[in-house]
């Protein structure tokens, strides 16, 4: 069992930085890939950005890449992402997961594929 927590999300004008963080608990970190998703008012949640257990491997969507790091911190059991030059369509609820059992390269991009999921932290970009 794994237990994720976020933190770090709040208001931030257009072109603003903020820094997203995901503790886990409960089992080793490298043994899981983790990654961030968001879900808009009304909208299904999408994929943002993704991590292999390792840390090694990375994969963004489209829409974030250049603008979104993602990274972990295995000695600190967190995973974090740098979110710059936001813009408001960025506003959403930003939840971060978990999937143990892969290979330590690998990433996951669909949701469904996901084991375990963090409470989510709400960014909301004013323009």
């Known amino acids: 069992q794994v237990q994720l927590v976020e933190s770090g999300g709040g208001l931030v004008q257009a072109g603003g930085s903020l820094r997203l963080s995901c503790a886990a608990s409960?089992?080793?970190?490298?043994?899981?890939?983790m990654g961030w998703f968001r879900q808009a008012p009304e909208k299904e949640r999408e994929f943002v950005a993704s991590i292999s257990g390792s840390g090694t491997t990375t994969y963004y969507a489209d829409s974030v890449k250049g603008r979104f790091t993602i990274s972990k911190d295995n000695a600190k059991t967190t995973m974090y992402l740098q979110m710059n030059s936001l813009k408001p369509e960025d506003t959403a609820v930003y939840y971060c997961?978990?999937?143990?059992?892969?290979?330590?390269?690998?990433?996951?991009?669909?949701?469904?594929?996901?084991?375990?999921w963090g409470q989510g932290t709400q960014v909301t970009v004013s323009s």
């Open positions: 409960g089992r080793t970190f490298t043994d899981y890939a």
């Open positions: 997961a978990a999937v143990g059992g892969l290979p330590g390269g690998t990433t996951v991009q669909a949701k469904r594929l996901y084991d375990y």
